[in-house]
T-cell receptor, first 111, second 114 residues
Framework: SQQGEEDPQALSIQEGENATMNCSYKTSINNLQWYRQNSGRGLVHLIL?????REKHSGRLRVTLDTSKKSSSLLITASRAADTASYFCAGLGGATNKLIFGTGTLLAVQP | DGGITQSPKYLFRKEGQNVTLSCEQN?????MYWYRQDPGQGLRLIYYSQIVNDFQKGDIAEGYSVSREKKESFPLTVTSAQKNPTAFYLC?????????????FGEGSRLTVL
């Protein structure tokens, strides 16, 4: 399988804490994207980081990318109960130009 | 509002029946995709289309068929040849080749085989 791996598979934290999710991928990429999925709904694009970037911020989100280790992390600061969802990383492959999704991290933020 | 519409949201099917899932977009996107999602397995690509009247198999195309007769529409047929069709199906679109590949998703169709 070409799917990426995400770690942890599930994460439970209290409101106000930070949540960190990690993603590893197997092929070279042009960019890496993070998506959010509420239960039973479609995915929503959160943030994109290009292969020549190391860190990117958007509101309470911080994404890092280490192409030498083929890994990325998503940090959500000051989490809220509304952040409860599954989070997926997806790498845009250089040769195929297709997005390859990771297996996802289920985040539960307790109020 | 621009977006992607999938229908039906829930669908039940008897074994041996074909079913067609609808996906329509008004984003003027060139590329459209179908993914299958099973619990704990993330998303797997079934078929994709970069342009009207052309489509390619993804990683798990067996037992599925698609058509792309109009830019706005990319229906997926789950045939009786699909051994384990019960799943959540997601349609997505993007601007196409040469862009960032950011996907816009519909709300999904949940298929249950009785």
């Amino acid at each position: 399988s070409q799917q990426g791996e995400e770690d942890p598979q599930a994460l439970s934290i209290q409101e106000g804490e930070n949540a960190t999710m990690n993603c590893s991928y197997k092929t070279s990429i042009n960019n890496l994207q993070w998506y959010r999925q509420n239960s039973g709904r479609g995915l929503v694009h959160l943030i994109l980081i290009r292969s020549n970037e190391r860190e990117k911020h958007s509101g309470r989100l911080r994404v890092t990318l280490d192409t030498s280790k083929k890994s990325s992390s998503l940090l959500i600061t000051a989490s809220r109960a509304a952040d409860t969802a599954s989070y997926f990383c997806a790498g845009l492959g250089g040769a195929t130009n297709k997005l390859i999704f990771g297996t996802g991290t289920l985040l539960a933020v307790q109020p | 509002d621009g977006g992607i519409t999938q229908s039906p949201k829930y669908l039940f099917r008897k074994e041996g029946q074909n079913v067609t899932l609808s996906c329509e977009q008004n984003l003027n996107h060139d590329a459209m995709y179908w993914y299958r999602q099973d619990p704990g397995q993330g998303l797997r690509l079934i078929y994709y289309s970069q342009i009207v009247n052309d489509f390619q198999k993804g990683d798990i195309a067996e037992g599925y068929s698609v058509s792309r007769e109009k830019k706005e529409s990319f229906p997926l047929t789950v045939t009786s040849a699909q051994k384990n069709p019960t799943a959540f199906y997601l349609c997505a679109s993007s601007m196409g080749q040469g862009n960032t590949g950011e996907l816009f998703f519909g709300e999904g169709s949940r298929l249950t085989v009785l």
